[in-house]
Antibody, heavy 117, light 108 residues
């Protein structure tokens, strides 16, 4: 059974960089599309972007200037960096994977990141 | 605001059928993916592609599409189907992705 687990600081100061890692177990990410999605408190889901098994990335245009998604297939992990954060970036961040970029069949449980001084 | 629009809430009597819709220009070209999310939990994939269900998803869940509208139908809704349902597809450029606004389904 594939499992994903997000890890990283739960509190980030404004203007700093949010960094999260997703560790995948029970399956290799070497042929996957690995995605990040977030959900602000009481709001809907927001697609952040993905990295493909070839290393190609695709980012939400509204976040593109601040987002970097990378992968380390040797560790079966992928990561999210979001720079210059503000309170508007406070959300539950989910990592997810799928065989195609059209859908993700396994998700992490999500991790709450609060942006506050 | 999202390019994919969903009704905020719908209700269905136990055992009855309900359809949840997702509207957007990109749906004339691309399929919608549907996720179920219960409070405090991560989304779960329920339907993808033309009308495909992952293993473990009951066959009472089905997807369809017509014009600019994608639909998720729950035939014979059960109490455990009470959740928020999110559609997901490409945006109008066809290059990026976007989630719908979400529909809260209440089973009466």
């Amino acid at each position: 059974q594939v499992q994903l687990q997000e890890s990283g600081p739960g509190l980030v100061k404004p203007s700093e960089t949010l960094s999260l890692t997703c560790t995948v177990s029970g399956g290799s990410i070497s042929s996957d599309y690995c995605s990040w999605i977030r959900q602000s408190p009481g709001k809907g889901l927001e697609w952040i972007g993905y990295i493909s098994y070839t290393g190609t990335t695709n980012y939400n245009p509204s976040l593109k200037s601040r987002v970097t998604i990378s992968a380390d297939t040797s560790k079966n992990q992928f990561s999210l960096k979001l720079s210059s954060v503000t309170a508007a970036d406070t959300a539950v961040y989910y990592c997810a994977r799928g065989p195609y970029h059209e859908y993700s069949d396994y998700w992490g449980q999500g991790t709450l990141v609060t942006v506050s001084s | 605001s999202s390019e994919l629009t969903q009704d905020p809430a719908v209700s269905v009597a136990l055992g009855q059928t309900v359809s949840i819709t997702c509207q957007g220009d990109s749906l004339r070209t691309y399929y919608a993916t549907w996720y179920q999310q219960k409070p405090g939990q991560a989304p779960v994939l329920v339907v993808y592609g033309q009308n495909n269900r992952p293993s473990g998803i009951p066959d009472r869940f089905s997807g369809s599409s017509s014009g600019n509208t994608a639909s998720l139908t729950i035939a014979g809704a059960q109490a455990e189907d009470e959740a928020e349902y999110h559609c997901y597809s490409r945006d109008r450029t066809g290059y990026y992705y976007v989630f719908g606004t979400g529909t809260k389904v209440t089973v009466l």
